[in-house]
């Protein structure tokens, strides 16, 4: 196929960043569920993340900060829903609805005085030589900080939930919060901190948006992002690399599709627009099609209340 | 006898599980629905004043107050008419309400509030309006960039294309690629127009122009804005025309280093560079009028489509970026259009098929204008369905 005016290494470099907002908040949401815990609050959490992000980069001056305050005030943010859904028991669903509708609102009171700011450049991650190289250099060496954090995040939490005892007993919480109650675990503990961890993560994609990608700060900006790292931790069946696959399918064919109708291509501009969200599911659906064991991966307790009297 | 025996026990094993069974199904459903449901119920936000017997107006917004430019500008209008009327007005607004039905349960939130005269200001609106207007007929509807009325509801527009065309010369002179891009939302009439308007400018700037479109099917989504703004770029573009809602075109041409224009709002923070020039919507003369209009009761249905003559369409400050002459150019060209003496679409011009449309001299008729669903000659790729 005749490609036109795309520049293929232009077209990786930006479909890898374009995926990580995703891949970052759905990575974090993987986790809480697998602790038996469905947060329905990712975006809320992700536009909190954006606009904290923001104000601490515009008032300090240095983007590492502004990651760090993102990542700790979703975190606050999650806590809240933890505290209101693991120690006074509320509804986890609409607990979670609450929490968006919550940091949408909250997000741009926050950010009333920064519309139209210009945040400071974060800078790609240069890596000496290796950045150089052709082809591989602008592709693989010379790209933000967040996209290598992101993943080795991925790495990360697969081999958290895999081979640490710690991550096993996160999963026994969320398979059968009863059992691991009985055996001293604390489940409430595990699940506080999985919803801390999760925020983080949702909060740095957030950050992503508003620092990287867009760079600038406007209300609502995250658009039903989280909605879809949601959607794409169910699709992928709680599996990190198929959460991974999942977040740069849909990011990867966002942008191809817009390079595509960029470049002129003769596709039917409804397909294109279509087909983030086709492809993505069709994919992940095909990949988890044995449904017995793509069901056996789903947390037994996910959003099932759990009280230790009980 | 295998595929049996692991039938049975898969069989087994569901039975033995059925939490997993339900929860994985019900999984994917509650997703769904929770983002079905907080989609829709968006982010209410309701201010206003108070006072005795004031005339309440309310305004459906399609995005946020702050996004920088369309639903800023209908935002500036209700400030207005609050500053005009002061206490004998109460104004309530709705922000970010998705089109199509559920558009139709704000407005009638609001109309069962007590609103006189509602705005609804986007293209989506429009058939939400009329059903509701239908169910309320003492209420004064107010449907922005439609074309549908009633008794009811009137249908108010600006003529953004007289704006276009100023924007499409200054692209035309200033592209050193000869491509410039265009981020269009969806195809209706309002940013086919604005397409053809922009690009019969250009080329008539600069004969070697050649335009990308780009439709990303939403009217405020920042970092998609964002990301068809790279994609531009990435494939030579070094001139951003924008019609969707908000800035975040303008940051994507300010890394990249190219040139843009503010959309609807004039976006002034990103003067001098890559924002050049701007057209901005000015609602307030227009909202403070229909608000007097049902004070006197004097209000009746009609279609208002004004552009630069009458000041609902501004050119945003040319900048210091643009040669003296090419401003000079531009500034004579809205003038010309302000005025009437030239008319954004005369003649000769072909349609893309390369059918004549208009003959030398000939101007378009506002009908062909208002359903206007064809590309003009010159400009690449098919409109989609």
Known sequence: MELGSINPVLLISALLLASTPILLAAMGELVVEKSGVLNLGVEGMMIVGAVAGFIAAVESGSPALGFLAAAAAAAVLALLFGVLTQVLLSNQVATGLGLTLFGLGISSLMGQGYVGVRPPASPRLELPVLSELPILGPVLFNQHALVYLSLALVVGVWWYLRSTRSGLILRAVGESHEAAHALGYSVLGTRLAAIAFGGALAGLGGACLSLVIVPQWTEGMTAGRGWIALAIVVFGSWRAWRVLLGAYLFGGVSVLQLNLQAAGIAIPVELLSMSPYLITILVLVIISSDKRRAQANAPNSLGRTFHASG | ?385
């Open chain 2, 1 to 385: 006898m295998r595929l049996t025996r692991s039938g049975e026990r898969s069989m087994l094993r569901v039975e033995e599980r059925p939490y997993t069974r339900k929860l994985g199904e019900n999984m994917t459903k509650i997703v769904l629905l929770a983002a079905a449901a907080a989609m829709s119920l968006g982010l209410p936000a309701f201010g206003g004043s108070h006072g005795d017997g004031p005339v309440k107006a309310g305004f459906v917004y399609v995005g946020p107050i702050g996004d920088g430019g369309w639903t800023y500008e209908h935002h500036q209008g209700l400030l207005a008419v609050e500053e005009h009327f002061g206490d004998k007005v109460e104004t309530v607004y709705q922000e970010s309400v998705p089109e199509g039905a559920d558009a139709e349960r704000a407005m009638t939130q609001m109309a069962l509030q007590g609103a006189d005269i509602i705005f609804t200001t986007s293209f989506g609106y429009m058939d939400p309006t009329i059903n509701v207007a239908a169910n309320f007929p003492d209420v004064k509807f107010e449907h922005a960039t439609g074309y549908k009325r009633a008794d009811n509801v009137s249908t108010y527009s600006a003529r953004f294309y007289e704006g276009r065309a100023v924007q499409g010369h200054i692209a035309g002179k200033m592209t050193k690629t000869n491509k410039i891009g265009y981020i269009a939302s969806y195809p209706i009439p309002e940013v086919i127009r604005g397409i053809n308007s922009a690009y019969i400018h250009a080329k008539k700037a600069n004969p070697d122009v050649e335009m990308s479109v780009i439709w990303v099917y939403t009217w405020f989504d920042p970092p998609k804005e964002a990301d068809a703004a790279k994609a531009l770029i990435d494939n030579g573009v070094d001139v951003v025309l924008q019609h969707t809602d908000s800035t975040a075109p303008q940051a994507a041409a300010a890394e990249a280093g190219v040139i843009s224009f503010g959309q609807a709002s004039d976006m002034s923070e990103y003067a001098p560079l890559p924002r050049v020039s701007s057209i901005i919507d000015n609602w307030a003369p227009y909202y403070i009028a229909r608000v007097q209009a049902v004070m006197d009761g004097t209000w009746e249905s009609v279609d208002t489509w004004d552009g630069i003559g009458p000041g609902m369409v501004e050119i945003g400050e040319i900048t210091d970026a643009v040669p003296a002459d090419v401003k000079a150019e531009a500034e004579a060209l809205r003038d010309a259009i302000g005025s009437g003496e030239y008319h954004a679409f005369t003649g000769p011009l072909n349609k893309q098929d390369g059918s004549p449309w208009l003959a030398e001299g000939e101007t378009a008729d506002d009908g062909t204008l208002v359903g206007m669903n064809f590309y003009v000659e010159g400009i690449t790729g098919e409109i989609p369905n």
